[in-house]
């Protein structure tokens, strides 16, 4: 790589950052992100970035506001010391999820991100798999949306496709797993469920058939893992041979990981967009799939201003 590229990164996800930069076969930058004691942020930049071409990561994940104070500051220091672009790399948009006023006097806090992301000095941003593919038109700055799906699909492939059906945990997911299951040639079905409040669904009926086959759910995230795992359940008693699951995101908040655990799918696989914690990394059944190469590509062609259309699958 040109050595006028430098790529920082925050806490929340600093081994995927590596990885990226393992790709781009350049160091991660320089950085200094600690605490005040009365846990204020500080951040001291160690790279001269006048002129240059710069990437932060920060998945915007659990504590979600300490991460997004870190890609923010960031942002700033690299603005005032003259970086002649700056790109967000966020491979999990935290707040997401409140992409629209839902209920009468509530906030709309995707939007808000993004005001305080390009307030910062945020020229460009790089994300995957958003919650809400409408949160790209909440930015009046570029904003490339990579899809998890390439990486999905190779594992969907190691599987082998034969007596496989997608399935799909509710009705907006119909999309992503339909995108799916066209390219690799196999039905999908879908969980007809009803959401009581916010984390907290309730799994009704399966429309599609599902009797013998080995069926593997499709997600964009999995938070408390209720949905899931009811979506799970109901597929089996509708006679599956069996059920796995796929999602980007491993939010994976509460008891989600002893729910998967305690679930009759027989392998929960996510991506490395969030880090697993500990506990997650002792369940057998849960494999992480890693987004790097994907990222480091996207981040190689930005630089190089290459067109990325392709990596949209």
């Avoid at 050595?3 to 076969?25: M, P, Q, R, Y």
């Avoid at 240059?52 to 998945?59: K, Y």
Wanted: a neutral charge; charged letters at 20%.
């Amino acid at each position: 790589m040109p050595t006028d590229i430098v790529v920082f990164s925050g806490n929340s996800n600093h081994a995927l950052a590596l990885e990226i930069c393992k790709g781009l076969w350049q160091p991660l930058g320089k950085a200094q992100v600690r605490r005040f004691p009365d846990g204020e942020i500080l951040i001291e930049l160690g790279e001269n970035v006048r002129g240059r071409d710069t990437f932060v990561i920060q998945s915007t994940c659990a504590p979600v506001n300490d991460n997004i104070m870190e890609l923010l500051l960031i942002i700033d220091a690299l603005k005032r010391a003259s970086a002649r672009r700056i790109t967000a790399v966020i491979p999990y948009y935290g707040y997401a999820r409140q992409d629209r006023k839902a209920a009468p006097r509530v906030p709309i806090s995707a939007k808000l991100v993004a005001d305080l992301l390009t307030a910062a000095g945020t020229t460009r941003v790089l994300a995957m798999d958003l919650h809400a593919g409408q949160i790209q038109g909440f930015f009046n700055i570029p904003v490339d949306h990579l899809f998890a799906a390439p990486i999905l699909l190779q594992f969907i492939h190691h599987l082998g496709v034969n007596d496989i059906t997608l399935v799909s945990p509710d009705a907006g997911g119909v999309e992503r797993t339909r995108h799916l299951a066209k390219q690799l040639g196999v039905p999908i079905a879908i969980v007809d469920k009803r959401r009581d409040g916010p984390g907290d669904a309730k799994a009704m009926n399966l429309i599609g058939e599902v009797e013998g086959q080995r069926c593997i759910i499709i997600d964009d995230m999995v938070d408390t893992a209720g949905t899931l795992t009811q979506a799970a359940e109901v597929i089996i008693k509708k006679g599956a041979t069996e059920v796995m699951a796929l999602a980007t995101h491993p939010v994976l908040s509460g008891n989600a990981i002893q729910r998967i655990a305690d679930s009759p799918l027989s392998v929960m696989a996510v991506t490395n967009s969030i880090p697993l914690s500990a506990e997650g990394r002792e369940v057998a059944k849960i494999k992480v799939l890693s987004v790097a190469k994907l990222l480091s590509e996207a981040i190689r062609r930005i630089h190089q201003e290459d067109s990325i259309s392709s990596l949209f699958v």
